[in-house]
DNA sequence: TTGTATGCGTTATCAT
DNA sequence: ATGATAACGCATACAA
C-alpha cells in the first residue's frame, strides 16, 4: 500500500541512493533515469516519510508557535489568531509548517515532549519567563521573541510599534483635533505594549507643552501589576529612555471593556472631565464609550475616545472608533521571516524588527 | 552539549536498550538501575529526539489540523481560532501536539510535504473537497470532519448543531414574541451549516402555521454558488429530508455586514416588512440592524433581529444582540476526542458527533 | 553517473 | 533483568 524509497529503488532497477537523488532532482542523476524513477513514484503515489527524512537530515521543517499563557484564548485571541495566519502563510512560502505549542508560564522548565529537538526553530509569541528562553538557547534553537525584547546576543525580536502609533494618535487629538486635556486608560502597564503606549501619551505632552490630566479622585490601580516594570537596558534597547510617570493614568485590572466601563463611570462622576479619552486597546475604549453614553453625553461630541488595536469589531461601534492600527498578520509574516534567517544563519547578530502602526481616523475622535 | 540515549547508556554503564527501558518506565528493568539512569538523564538534562522516536514507534504524536481554505484568516475567523484552542486544550490533556495545514482547495491531490506520513491523525476543519479525503483514507491516516458529513463508512463528523438552535430561535421569535412574518437572511445555502439554519427556518413555519415571507421585489441571490446543494443522502445521515425552497430568503453575496445592511435597505425600501429577521450569522444582523436604525426604525421595536454564532462583539451592539450561542472551543475539543479514539480503534464504525448550541436572549428582539 | 555502506536516535526482538 | 542486534525510512560520504 504504501511504498517506501526502498520500493521504487527495486523497481526501477537502482538502488536507494540513486532513487533518493532522483526524487531530490538532483544533477547526479541521469535525465533518463531521473525521468523513469520519477515516473515509478508518481505512479505508486510515493510519499516520502517526512519523519525518517527529518532525524536523516537534523531538519524537521516545522516551526514552533508557542505560547507561554494559563489558558485560552490562545489563537481565539483577536491578536494572535490573526498572527498565526501571517506566520502560517510566510512559512508556507519557504516549505515550513508550524506546530501549536501553548506552555504553562508557571512551568519555568520547559519540558515539551516534542519540541524539543523537533524543530528547527521557535517563535514565543507572549511574554516569556527566561527559564524557557534559556533552554532554547542551551540547545540551540533558533527562536524570535514577539512583542517582548531582552537584553541579550544574538536573538530576534519583533516589536510593533506601540510608541509610534500611540504618538500619532496623540498628534491627532491634540494638533488636528485641538485636544488639551487627555486621560488615559489602561490596564497595568508591566506589559511592554502598554507601558509604551503610555510613554507616548506622556511625551506628547512635553512635545506640545501640555499639562497630563490628573484627576486624583479617582483611585490608581496597580501600576505595574505582578510583573517587574520594563527596566532602563531594555527601554534603552528600544530606543526608550526611562520616565518618571506623572499624572493619574487610569488604571483597571484587565483590560475588559467591563471594568473600563466602570472606572469611566467613576471619572464622569467626578465632574472634573477631560475632553479626550486616549485607551490603550480598542476594549477599553469601547467600556469608556458606553460610561460616556450612559452619563448622556456624546462621542465625540463631549468626550472624544481613541482606542489601539483597531479590532475588526471596532469598525461597527457606534461611533466608529478612530484608533491605532495594529497589523498582527504582519507580526507573524514578520517572525517567520527572521526565524528563518535565523536558522540558515545562526550566528547572526541580535536584532529588532519594527512592524509599522498608523492610525485611522474614524468617528470616535 | 545533546545528550543522547547512547550516552546515558554509556555513563550509566548498561546498554540502550536498559536505557530506553528505564526511561519508559518499563517493570523489566530493576529498581535500582533504573533510578541510576534517571538520575543520570535528569542530571545531563536528557530529552529524547522525538522524532527518532516517531519513526521508530510510527507514532509521532501529531495531529493535524487542516483547513481547505483559498486564503486567510485561517485562525484569525472568529470560529476557527477558538475551535483551534479547543482542539489545542484537549490534544495537550492527552500529550499530543496540533500541527496547523493550510491547504489551496483547488489542489485537489494532496501533496503536503509534511502531513503524510508524520501525523497520527487529522482534522478537517472547513468543507473539504473528497479527493483528499480519499488520500488520507488510502493512507490509513485516521481523520474527522468537522461541520461537514459524507456519506461513507468509517469516518466522524463533529456537527454543531445548526437546526436544533435556528429552530430554537424560531421558537423564540414566534412563540415567546408572537411574530408571524420573520425574513431570512444568509449568504448562499450550499455551505451545510447555513442550510440547516435555513431548513429550521422552514420548518418552523410548518410547525407553528405560519406562511414564509417572501418578498418577490428583492432579486434573489445564488442560491447555491459554486457548491453543489447537500444532497439527499447526507441530509438524511443528519436526521434531515430534503424540502423544497419556499419563499425568498434574502440571499446575498458572502455572509458580510456590508452585504446584509445593502440587501435589507432595499428590503426596507418595498414597504413590505417584516417584524423579525433571522440572520444567518451575527455579521449579518449587524448589517441588518444598521439598515434598519438608518432607515429611522428602532430594534427591536420596529423589526427584531437575531442572529447567529454569538461573536463576542454581538454582545457590544447597540443592542446588544440576541442570538445562538455556537461553541466552537467545544468543537475543537470534540474533533480531538473523536480522533484520538479513531486513532486507537481505527476499525470504528462511521459517526456524527453533535455539539450543542443554545440562544441567549438579549436585547434585539 | 551509479552503487555500497554507514549514520541519524530511537524502539523492539530475541537471545542470554 | 540485561545485552546484542535488527529494524524504522531516509540521506549522504565514499567508492567505483
Known amino acids: 500500500m504504501k511504498a517506501r524509497l526502498s520500493d521504487i529503488a527495486q ?3 537502482v538502488s536507494k541512493a540513486t532513487a533518493s537523488r532522483a526524487l531530490a532532482n538532483s544533477p547526479l542523476v541521469r535525465e533518463e533515469t531521473k525521468e523513469r524513477i520519477l515516473q515509478i513514484a508518481k505512479e505508486y503515489n510515493y510519499q516520502p516519510n517526512a519523519l525518517a527524512q527529518a532525524v536523516a537530515t537534523k531538519r524537521s521543517g516545522i516551526l514552533g508557535f508557542c505560547m507561554h499563557k494559563s489558558g485560552s484564548p490562545y489563537f481565539g485571541h483577536s491578536f494572535f489568531g490573526p498572527m498565526l495566519d501571517g506566520a502560517i502563510e510566510e512559512a508556507r512560502r519557504h516549505n515550513y509548517h508550524i506546530l501549536v505549542a501553548p506552555a504553562d508560564p508557571k512551568n519555568t522548565t520547559f519540558d515539551e515532549h516534542f519540541i524539543q529537538d523537533s524543530i528547527d526553530g521557535v517563535i514565543l509569541a507572549t511574554f516569556t519567563p527566561v527559564e524557557p528562553i534559556n533552554e532554547f538557547r542551551k540547545r540551540r534553537i533558533p527562536l524570535v521573541l514577539v512583542n517582548d525584547a531582552i537584553p541579550s546576543p544574538n536573538n530576534t525580536f519583533i516589536m510593533q510599534d506601540e510608541y509610534g502609533g500611540a504618538m500619532a494618535m496623540m498628534r491627532h487629538l491634540i494638533v488636528e483635533r485641538g485636544h488639551r486635556k487627555i ?12 507601558h509604551l503606549r503610555y510613554l507616548a ?3 506628547a505632552h512635553r512635545q506640545y507643552g501640555l499639562q497630563v490630566y490628573n484627576n486624583p479622585d479617582i483611585p490608581m490601580g496597580n ?4 510583573f517587574p516594570r520594563p527596566d532602563a537596558e531594555k527601554l534603552a534597547m528600544l530606543g526608550q529612555r526611562v520616565q518618571e510617570i506623572e499624572g493619574t493614568p487610569i488604571l483597571i485590572k484587565g483590560n475588559g ?7 469611566v463611570c467613576q471619572m464622569l462622576s467626578t465632574g472634573d472631565l477631560p475632553t479626550a479619552i486616549l485607551a490603550a486597546t480598542d476594549s477599553v475604549a469601547l467600556g469608556a464609550m458606553e460610561a460616556i453614553w450612559e452619563a448622556g453625553m456624546e ?3 463631549d468626550i472624544a475616545v481613541a482606542g489601539f488595536d483597531d479590532l475588526p469589531m471596532s469598525a461597527t461601534f457606534s461611533p466608529p472608533l478612530t484608533t491605532v492600527h495594529a497589523n498582527p498578520f504582519a507580526m507573524g509574516e514578520a517572525a517567520v521571516q527572521e526565524l528563518l534567517q535565523l536558522i540558515s544563519n545562526p550566528e547572526q547578530e541580535s536584532r529588532i524588527r ?6 485611522v481616523v474614524r468617528k470616535s475622535t
Open 11 to 13: 523497481i526501477a532497477g
Open 183 to 194: 486621560a488615559f486608560i489602561s490596564g497595568r502597564l508591566s506589559h511592554l505594549s502598554y
Open 201 to 203: 501619551y506622556l511625551d
Open 223 to 226: 501600576l505595574w501589576g505582578d
Open 257 to 263: 471593556a467591563q471594568q473600563a466601563r466602570d472606572a
Open 299 to 301: 462621542v465625540p461630541k
Open 354 to 359: 519594527w512592524v509599522d502602526t498608523h492610525i
